[in-house]
């Protein structure tokens, strides 16, 4: 969701305060664009959902429904257990992102009451569905691994050049960014910006093989990236997107060019 404002932060918690769970909460009618596997066609099915308090998630309603006996959808006919991916359920692992009335989010971080209604739950539409909500994003971890985007030696923490290796560490490779990228595809020789803000890590920190891997950053991210920003407020852990592009490119080509000059 980008870097939110300070005082949106103090209000919505405010507003959470506000409306406990002493409040009587209507059902919140979830829309969920579901799939057996991936060769299968998908299907809208509906479910209602009664939140505790004004602080229920998505994570919650999708945990919460799946735990009923005997899953019927809204019109009483009998569902299978949704699929989708979670782990950590308080925002660092990535595995909850899925498409939330339009936008990519992470389902542990996309609260009920701030919602539009209904509520409509898609798959990221960049990456293969495996099924439900659940989707392959093994593509991410093979771009990286194809740009050696680790570091060859130790790195030398605390230094103050090292700032935007830290921003940078806080990726969780959730996929959100991709989801908004125009020029990101699967199979494309662009990597879009979930592989450049690790790349900004090695940038700062590398000091052997640095010749190499700026070139497989020119490859597969300077040359494809449009500049557009359209992933600039998306990203969940608020990573200073912009900010790291500028700072990697400069690093990766522009530096480059005037050192070889
Ligand atoms: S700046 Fe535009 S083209 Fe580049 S990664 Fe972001 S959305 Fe994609
Ligand atoms: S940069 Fe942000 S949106 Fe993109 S993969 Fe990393 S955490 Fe997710
Ligand atoms: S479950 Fe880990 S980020 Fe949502």
């Known amino acids: 969701m980008g870097r939110v404002p300070k005082s949106t932060i103090l209000n919505r918690r405010k507003s959470r305060r506000e ?35 004004s602080s229920d998630t998505v994570a919650m309603a999708l945990t919460g429904i799946n735990s009923q006996e005997n899953l019927r959808d809204v019109d009483g006919n009998p569902a299978e257990e949704i699929r989708w991916e979670k782990s950590c359920l308080q925002k660092k692992c990535g595995a ?43 593509v991410m971890f093979r771009n990286l691994k194809d740009m050696s985007a680790w570091l060859q030696q130790n790195a030398e923490p605390s230094e103050k050049k090292n700032l935007p290796a830290h921003e940078a560490s806080r990726c969780i490779q959730c996929g959100c960014c991709l989801e908004v990228c125009p020029n990101f595809m699967p199979d494309s020789s662009f990597f879009g910006m979930a592989a450049m803000v690790p790349s900004a890590r090695i940038l700062t920190f590398s000091k052997t093989g640095k010749g190499e891997f700026q070139e497989e950053y020119r490859r597969h991210i300077y040359e494809g990236c449009g500049k557009s920003l359209a992933c600039r407020n998306i990203c969940p852990a608020g990573i200073d997107i912009e900010g790291l592009l500028v700072r990697s490119n400069a690093a990766a080509v522009w530096h480059r060019r005037a050192a070889k000059k």
């Open 96 to 138: 909850c992102a899925m498409v939330i009335c339009g936008r990519p989010m992470l389902a542990c971080d996309a609260f009920l009451s701030e919602l539009k209604q209904p509520v409509r739950l898609e798959p990221l539409r960049k990456f293969p569905v495996v099924a439900d909500l659940m989707v392959d994003r093994s």
């Open 19 to 53: 409306t406990g769970p002493s409040e009587k909460a209507e059902p919140v009618r979830i829309d969920i664009l579901r799939r057996k596997s991936t060769d299968d066609a998908p299907y809208w099915q509906s479910f209602l959902y009664t939140p505790e308090s």
